[in-house]
């Protein structure tokens, strides 16, 4: 559970946590009316503008506006500014009179410090349960929400903005004649006008922070004003879409954002219409998210159309989820809407998405369930209320489908044909949500109770977005397994805000770790190598497009070489012994590719080089020989070589490979796994060989 796993951080990390609480903050609804009050100060929108050119986008300090007396900048999060904008908007129409430097100064520097305050008055529960519990292990929470409230509202972004942009089209698709009826627009239209508005944006900002001189605060709001002359020119769009498009992310009065849990207008309708012929923008992210979220809130208050949109939101999923498993499988490998029936013919399971290679298998089931408004406010019987109907229904779905592929008496049917396949000895489960779930990490901590079976490893609980990143970058069925596994091994002993952390961690680092290692606190800041690359992948700019670790580093290297000879192929004992070797850390890896260099050079000239290392506390192992014998010959030779060697350290398996020794390139492979006997004969050999 999180709780006793945050525990083991120690007293050090409590009396950290007490010197930031140390002067109480006020209670969270006095700290809502101060902002309230602040917010409707005349010329606040002017905070707002400065808040999100500062901390939205890459401006230099010395281009922003001054603030007076000012060396401590508190920066703010987006869901910070979007609850400044509701609060802008939450009562009687927006005062733009242009405040004095000196009430823009005090505007700014009262916002961060209440901001700051009510970060500190939220967290104050979760961290006051941490310290009770480390004084008194008898102590246990009185409410999750506590925790999870904290993350909600300040815990990172699920997707990156091209991805909402890009999925946005797949999930509509269906739709887009309800779109089109109703609302005046097509999905490709939104798309492109939305487009439109964020480039506008970016050549305003461009074009101030160009100019070589401070921006006057006075200015500011120019900076995120978008004409509807201007969108016309650019967008080629008629006036009428365009306007039609506009309303529809457009806030109007924001009446029922009474505290910080409430329902808040600026995350959903994100533009300020200034008049007819022109609106504000100040987080260009929230418009884009809203783009991918909100047409599903119109559609289902068309009670006619309401079967139909939960009936392609379930589609969409699972196509999307489909596809992006076929960047790293050949389509004879995945399969959607998998039928598990018994003897009798009986459906007894259903599988969304099913991946087949080796003996692995990938159980794969999409849910569209979101996390709603009261789970937000921290009602911890309707968080686990929401997380039972997105997550903990289909992870039990998925046990349940486990248990029959393990069992070769039922059959697998897709599109009413039998799928053929080898028997099944590792299954992974993966549960995937369509849209940001806030604090999903801790929620799958917390909530989620994990059952032992064997073969059957922990699931992986992620949401679309990450699975996009994930196939991206691991494009090799070996590779993508193995993260698979070590995550699901491992996974337990990190602690990180979200997947994308862990996984950026894993392609610096490799996710592994030795038994001396309890737990691990992985920073955020991880997460950077994956936002580097993969704009340079998404969005066509120079740079590196695989973070520098463990897809690079063996790179040139034989080891590098052995490995990619062995994710190219889907048999069994390759795949396994592929797995086996990902699991080596920086220092084995570097070691097993000098023994490697060592026997080819030797049976260069001694026509046979031979090395063998025990692995995971001499569970397993490898021998690997190199030499260019004839084949019955060469494999007789290496069985028997990884026979004893498992045999003298009582290993449950042994592995063994065979190099050519002019190019070292893997001849064939073997796997020994033969329960362990006494045997007087094989130790006499042993005995005799001094093996």
Known sequence: MIVEQLKILGRKLIKLLKVFLMKSPRSENKIF????????????????????????????????????????????????????TGLLCSKSDIDYSLPSGAKFSFMVKETESLMKEMHSSIASPMFSHLALENENSNKKISSFGDFLREGIFYGPESAYNFQYLDIFMEKYKSDDEWLKKNMGFSISDAQKIIECILNIQEENISEAINRNHRIEYKNLLSIFSVSIDNLIATSGFDKNVIQKLIK???????????????????????????????????????????????????MIK??????????????????????????????????????????????????????????????????????????????????????????????????????????????LINANNILSHNKINDIFIMCVVCDHYPALSAQVRQLLTIQKNENVFPPLIIDIFFLD????????????????????????????????????YHLKRNLWLGSEVQMALIDQSFTSYIDKAIVVRRCATSGEDTPEGILTKYTGMKVGELIDSLSNCDNVIAINLGMLLLRFGEDAMVGFNSALNHIIELASTNEHGDFSLPVDDFETGITVHCNNRLDSEAQSMLAQHCMLKKYKLKASSWYGICLDSKEGSIRFCLEYNELWKESEEIDAIIKKFNL
């Open 469 to 504: 990143i994930l196939t991206e970058f691991l494009r090799s069925p070996l590779y993508f397994l193995s993260y698979l596994q070590i995550r699901s091994q491992f996974g337990e002993r990190f602690i990180a805000t979200n997947e994308l952390t862990l996984f950026a």
């Open 33 to 84: 009316k101060a902002l309230t009050d602040l917010c409707r100060t005349p010329g606040y929108i002017y905070a707002i503008a400065y808040f999100s050119l500062r901390d939205n986008f890459s401006v230099p300090l010395d281009v922003l506006p001054n603030i007076e007396d000012h060396s401590n900048r508190e920066m703010l999060l987006r869901t910070e500014i979007s609850t400044l």
């Open 302 to 411: 068309d009670k006619n159309y309401k079967d139909t949109l939960c009936k392609n939101r379930g589609s969409f999923t699972e196509e999307i989820a489909e596809n992006f498993l076929k960047r790293v499988f050949d389509e004879k490998n995945v399969f959607k809407n998998v039928k598990i029936k018994n003897q009798k013919d009986d459906v007894v399971g259903e599988i969304d998405v099913l991946v087949l290679y080796a003996d692995k298998a990938i159980i794969l089931q999409a849910k569209s369930k979101r996390l709603t408004i009261e789970a937000r406010k921290g009602n911890d019987g309707i968080i686990k209320d929401d997380f039972k109907k997105g997550i903990g229904d289909a992870y039990d779905q998925s046990l349940s489908c486990a248990r029959y592929l393990k069992d070769e008496s039922y059959i």
């Open 248 to 298: 529809s992310f457009a806030m109007s009065k924001n009446e029922y954002f009474i505290t910080l849990s409430d329902y808040n207008a600026a995350n959903t309708h994100p533009l300020i219409e200034f008049d007819s012929e022109m609106f504000y923008l100040f987080q260009s992210y929230t418009l884009i998210e809203s783009l991918y979220e909100s047409p599903f809130y119109w």
